[in-house]
């Protein structure tokens, strides 16, 4: 009997897999298609590759200065989200003050406005502040993440009043409960946002391309893009800079794939 | 002093401070505008003579007993407001008796070719003809300003001391007793600062009305005295610097308001000759229409003493402990609070405002229009198609969900942790990576003739199709992409929701004798209900906003095919540069989408709880 | 070292609910052993966070060695608190989670690593310095929340439940390491527990608290020998105070009798009429032949404890409980004869409250 069902398990696991890993290997066709196209040149994407066409597109383009633009892009609303989220998640979970729900759900609407909607008035707002096409610009409207702070403040809700009211007892002020009794613990939940954060900013479109104009300020993903307009070069070069702006992401995948899963686990 | 001593001290500071400060910079900015006006009579001035007088035989400088002349008619044109002194070099022409002017103050002029302020008085240099030389000046004082205030903001400020006073008291009171009271404060206040606004901006309005009665007088005479000017009026466009000289009709001597070019503007209608009319209006943003950045200020400066009285009256009426936990959680949260202030709420509102007017970043003016950008893009069939096509596409959401709930079936309960979550890391890729490299890679597997997805049709013989190219493909195409990019997120999100159900209750169901598919249809799927609802949703919320991918997929082509909402707006506000149509319409789907997640959270209210 | 006095504590959490502390006044004096005891849910904890600072009273004073305090922040009245769940740090190692609160208030790092040190070879944590809580079993968990309140050396220590965690055997060892501590030191300690036994065990004094009231306070002794009301007697003692309702009427001449059902009892009861609670500790019950006592009664169950034996009696359809020397020969179904010690009859009247 048991083992008839254990022999049922077995087949049931075979034919699970058997339907689910050619799906899995039509998923990740494009990026090994990708990895294959951007060493061919155009006429002839069935012949053996040719290397140089990579090292060419990385030449021809500024993808270097896109590459380090997307980095302190990317690292400066990291910092800034992770710390300002942190902030305020901690009084929305844990500080008892008037308002504070409304004020709440006050920052929960602003998740709601599509990103169409903002760019528009966040342009005229930093064009009035001479900030268009400065790393200040891009950067200034990113630094709180109302999706990180509600991400945070359920976690730090997890973590028992007791132990704040024992910090409290024991002489810590507000700023030290959050520093030593609330974020130690939180470090994981700092990770997850911290990740997010970093490959949201990373792939980000739409608030570069209308806040920058030059190609000296442009991230990868916007440069990338462009490429066919500005620079007129063909697709071997654009998949080749596709490549450089994807492999930053690809390794933080796979080294901190544990947080993307949680992070969008803990969006449920 | 006791702690509530001190808190009323300060708030009466405060409350002072506000009503002294405001009234300061209403006197100022007055005072301003009265020198602006004096600026100009004696730049408007300078100019006339300039027109006017005749030049001297010999030399450059002009004929001294005409410009003698020419200056003392000035005091004798009728409503004339300027007080002038005219110097001919150092000396003065109207008043011989008058202080000569001081020879540093004319090498000044000389060197600079501006205005200076001498004192109380605006100095205009008064250039030869051929605008070489500054051969004197003209001086003309402003008004030393009248009391600041009309008997109305008079009178908004003896019931602001009133409900000062009443706030004043009701500190260290219980709540509801000063809630009466700061709440009527606050409202005098306001009223407070309106009406020294509204002052400023009669303030304003007046020197405007002068400055042009002026120019206009100043015009008329110069057309009288030289005659090829009646012809070309543009001649006198040196006596009139910041207005403009358009043709025009018969009209009063007085100035009055008209809308034109998309702003309220002042204008004169000067009479050149019998039936030559002209009109003279002031640029857009000069005179009252510049006074509007006074009313935040103003307002914010007579918020200070409710504000102040608020806060004292709270943190005495609050528990020590409270008011602590209050002022840390507010310390903890300004950045945030600040940013969303600044980024996104305050942006939330302009939007409002740039969609109710004719908002262009190329274009100068920006008129009210009311709600005819909501009219046009209500009426636009583009935007209907757009709207449609976006419902269409986000029918990719219920497909890849279905796609990916069974995969989850199929992969969650089974299998060893490693092998799933191995699968799970394959399927999350997409998601994880970047949407336009996602876009650029697609491009070129969709190419028609080097493409891998027609290569493969090819060699079966079912002939290349023009995937991206095609209008009747290219739609599906895109949401072919959506379902690979999106695929991997709602397995994830559906693999946690399955691990969520307790595998009890599908033991009990297989005890009773269930079948697999009748445990999923019966146990699983309605457990999973809430997760369902959550991911159709936010996916269709998420197509409404789809952008980066067809902008570089397909560039909303061809012929339209792929023009999704998001991606139209955007087209309407950079590349049509209609800020204006693509706020209303932004913020119309706004409406839609924030309608669409409320009645999702009414949806999910009721959370399965497993017990 | 400290006295600690309540002056007309009350504590509302919802302003329009039922309070969790109605004026409770109380005054533990300095170096005692003071537990406070009640159900669940009675606000006990909540008396101890208001005496700690980390709630804010609604109304009343407390006073810490006869100063107000009432208004000061918790750091700043110098007591130790250990939590009913502990609260150690998970993050920190034993060590650092002892020294937190020193290393908050900016003591020298030799002064508290001698601190450190001392607290911990009193309670014997020395080998688990440098785990963390998560890999620590539930008493020695116990341990360290008290090593981090010991090493603050506080006035006043706040013991919030510390035993209810544990098994039965580790918690009364632990209740007598407990007792040496209080012995060596001689701080102040309020002590709050729902176990009636810990508290008879434990307390000096015991002071009784009912749904936000205080009940009674007092020794163990008199809580036992003297309930001031029904509930501190069917609370105090295992199983509590047997009370039988009846009618009280004076028979003069100092006497009287309750009548309950067909017994009637004579008490020492003058002029009042009415109902009234008999109470009787079941010890104090004794079983006789049907015809004799003060009535007969049927049996219902028999427990045997070993030296004693409880005997669940139905008197007129009034329970009744007797605790019987030995294993007596009875089963349930016989029909006995009830004898009631006069001497330690308790009255209370209708209210509940102890009369005389
Ligand atoms: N933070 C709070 N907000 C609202 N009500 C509370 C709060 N804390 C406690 N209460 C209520 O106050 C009452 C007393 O609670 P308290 O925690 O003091 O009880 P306790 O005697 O310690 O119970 P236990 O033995 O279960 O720990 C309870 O009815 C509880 O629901
Ligand atoms: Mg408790």
């Known amino acids: 009997m048991g083992n008839r069902a254990g022999r049922r398990g077995t087949l049931g696991r075979w034919v699970s897999y058997a339907l689910a890993l050619p799906l899995a290997l039509l998923m990740i066709a494009p990026f090994l298609y990708m990895a294959a196209v951007a060493l061919m040149s155009e006429r002839d994407s069935l012949r053996p590759p040719v290397p140089e066409h990579f090292a060419a597109a990385l030449a021809a383009l500024p993808v270097g200065r896109f590459l380090l633009n997307s980095a302190i892009f990317s690292l400066a609303v990291v910092a800034g989200q992770v710390l300002t989220s942190a902030t305020a998640a901690y009084a929305f979970a844990r500080l008892r003050f008037p308002g504070r729900d409304r004020l709440f759900l006050a920052y929960l609407c602003t998740l709601m406005a599509p990103g169409v909607l903002l760019v528009i008035p966040r342009f005229l707002l930093i064009d009035v502040l001479g900030w268009v096409d400065t790393y200040q610009g891009v950067i200034s409207t990113e630094l709180v993440s109302v999706t990180g702070i509600f991400l945070l403040r359920q976690f730090f809700r997890t973590i028992p009043r007791d132990l704040e009211d024992a910090a409290r007892l024991e002489g810590a002020g507000e700023w030290t409960i959050f520093w030593r009794v609330i974020v130690p613990p ?13 490959a949201d900013q990373w792939r980000s479109f739409l608030w570069p391309l209308v806040a920058t104009r030059s190609s000296a300020m442009r991230p990868i993903e916007v440069g990338i893009a462009n490429l066919g307009g500005t620079y007129a070069v063909s697709w071997s070069y654009q998949v080749a800079s596709a490549r450089a702006a994807v492999i930053p992401l690809m390794v933080l995948y796979f080294v901190a794939q544990k947080y993307f899963i949680r992070g969008v686990e803990e969006t449920i | 002093m006791s702690p509530l001593a001190r808190w009323r001290a300060g708030v009466l500071f405060a409350m002072s401070a506000g009503a002294l400060l405001l009234l300061a910079l209403a006197q100022r900015a007055q005072s301003g505008y009265e020198r602006t006006l004096a600026a100009r009579d004696a730049t408007a001035a300078a100019a006339y003579l300039t027109i006017v007088t005749p030049v001297a035989r010999r030399g450059a400088g002009y004929d001294l007993p005409q410009l003698l002349i020419r200056a003392r008619a000035l005091e004798e044109l009728p409503g004339f407001s300027g007080r002038f002194e005219i110097y001919h070099a150092t000396a003065p022409l109207i008043r011989a008796t008058a202080p000569p002017l001081g020879a540093a103050a004319l090498q000044q002029l000389r060197r600079e070719v501006a205005v200076r302020w001498t004192g109380e008085a605006a100095l205009a240099p008064l250039l030869d003809r051929d605008g070489w030389d500054v051969v004197g000046a003209v001086a003309a004082r402003a008004d030393a300003g009248t009391w600041p205030v009309s008997t109305w903001s008079l009178g908004a400020l003896l019931l602001l001391l009133v409900a000062g006073t009443q706030s004043l008291g009701a500190i260290g009171r219980p709540r509801h007793a000063w809630r009466q009271s700061i709440g009527p404060y606050g409202v005098v206040a306001a009223l407070f600062g309106v009406a020294v606004f509204a002052d400023v901006r009669g303030a304003a309005a007046d020197a405007t009305d002068r400055w042009l009665y002026d120019t206009r007088l100043l015009m008329q005479e110069a057309a009288a005295r030289v005659p090829e000017i ?9 006596l009139a610097r910041g207005a403009e000289i358009v043709p025009g009709d018969s009209g009063p001597s007085t100035a009055w308001r008209r809308a034109a070019g998309g702003a309220v503007r002042a204008a004169v209608a000067v009479r050149l000759a019998p039936g030559r009319w002209v009109e003279l209006r002031a640029r857009p943003g000069e005179g009252e229409a510049g006074t509007a950045v006074w009313l935040p200020v103003l307002l914010g400066l007579a918020a200070l003493g409710p504000l102040g009285a608020l806060l004292a009256a709270w943190s005495t009426a609050t528990a020590p402990r409270q008011r602590r936990e209050t002022v840390a959680a507010w310390g903890f949260l300004a950045p945030s609070a600040l940013h969303l202030a600044a980024f996104s709420f305050a942006p939330l509102l302009l939007v409002v405002y740039v969609s109710l007017h004719r908002w262009s970043p190329i274009e100068p003016t920006r008129a009210f229009v009311a709600l005819a950008n909501y009219g046009r893009v209500f009426r636009d069939p583009l935007v209907w198609s757009a709207l449609g096509r976006t419902l269409v596409y986000a029918l990719y959401v219920p497909a890849s969900m279905t796609l990916a709930l069974g995969l989850a079936v199929i992969i969650g309960r089974r299998g060893s942790g490693a092998a799933t979550s191995a699968l799970r890391a394959f399927f999350l890729l997409p998601y994880a990576s970047s949407v336009v490299a996602i876009a650029l890679v697609w491009q070129w597997m969709y190419h028609p003739d080097f493409g891998l997805l027609n290569q493969l049709l090819t060699r079966a013989g079912l002939g290349p199709v023009n995937w991206l190219g095609d209008p009747k493909t290219a739609l599906a195409a895109v949401m072919l992409v959506s379902v690979w990019i999106h695929l991997g997120y709602q397995l994830t999100v559906f693999l946690a929701g399955l691990r969520a159900i307790p595998q009890t209750y599908l033991d009990a169901a297989r005890v009773d004798g269930a079948n697999a598919w009748q445990r999923f249809r019966r146990v699983t799927f309605p457990l999973l209900a809430p997760v369902t609802v959550f991911v159709l949703v936010t996916g269709i919320i998420g197509g409404f906003q789809v952008l980066a991918l067809v902008m570089v997929l397909t560039g909303g082509g061809p012929l339209g095919a792929t023009d999704l909402i998001a991606y139209h707006i955007y087209r309407i506000a950079w590349e049509r540069q209609q800020f204006g149509d693509a706020s209303a319409l932004a913020l119309l789907l706004f409406a839609v989408l924030f309608g669409a997640t409320w009645a999702q959270l009414k949806l999910l209210d009721r959370r399965v709880e497993y017990g | 070292m400290a006295s600690v006095t309540l002056r007309r504590l009350a504590k509302r959490y919802d302003p329009h609910g039922r309070p969790a502390l109605e004026e409770v006044s109380l005054e533990v004096s300095d170096g005692e052993f003071f537990v406070l005891l009640g159900p669940s849910g009675c606000g006990k904890t909540t008396l101890l966070r208001c005496i700690a600072g980390l709630e804010e009273p609604s109304a009343g004073e407390v006073l810490l060695d006869g100063r107000d305090v009432t208004r000061l922040e918790p750091a700043a009245r110098d007591v130790a608190m250990v939590f009913q769940t502990y609260a150690l740090y998970p993050h920190l190692t034993v060590r650092r989670n002892i020294a937190f609160g020193l290393e908050v208030r ?35 968990r116990q341990r360290v929340a008290l090593g981090r309140a010991l090493v603050r050396e506080p006035q006043v220590f706040l013991l919030d439940e510390p035993l209810s965690h544990l098994e039965p055997t580790l918690r009364s060892e632990l209740r ?3 007792l040496e501590l209080h012995r060596a030191l001689r701080t102040t300690v309020v002590y709050v ?8 065990a434990m307390g000096q004094r015991i002071a009784v608290l009912e749904r936000g009231r205080l009940r009674q306070v007092g020794t163990p002794a008199e809580l036992y020998g003297r309930p001031e009301d029904v509930f501190v007697a069917r609370f105090i003692g295992n199983p509590g105070m047997n009370l039988l309702k009846g009618r009280g009427r004076s028979t003069g001449d100092e006497g009287g009798v309750v009548d309950c059902g067909t017994w009637s009892v004579p008490v020492p009861l003058e002029r009042y009429e009415g109902e009234i609670y008999l109470g009787v500790r079941p010890e104090h019950v004794s079983l006789v032949a049907p015809d004799q006592g003060v009535g007969a009664a049927d049996v219902r169950g028999v427990e045997p404890l070993g030296p004693d034996t409880i005997v669940r009696l139905d008197a007129n359809g009034q329970a009744l409980v007797a605790r019987l020397h030995g294993i007596p020969d009875l089963r349930p179904g016989d029909r006995v004869g009830v004898k009631l010690d006069r001497r330690q009859l308790h009255l209370f009247d209708a209210a509940g409250a102890r009369m005389r």
């Open chain 1, 186 to 198: 939180s470090r994981p939940a700092l990770a997850t946002l911290a990740v997010l954060a970093f």
């Open chain 2, 230 to 238: 009646r012809s070309a009026p543009a001649g006198l466009a040196t």
């Open chain 3, 106 to 140: 900016r003591v020298p790092a030799a002064e508290i690593t001698r601190r450190v040190q001392q607290a911990a070879e009193r309670l014997g944590l020395g080998t688990l310095l440098d785990r963390r809580p998560g890999e620590l079993s539930g008493g020695e």
């Open chain 3, 176 to 178: 007598a390491e407990l």
């Open chain 3, 193 to 200: 527990t729902h176990d009636q036994v810990e508290a008879m």
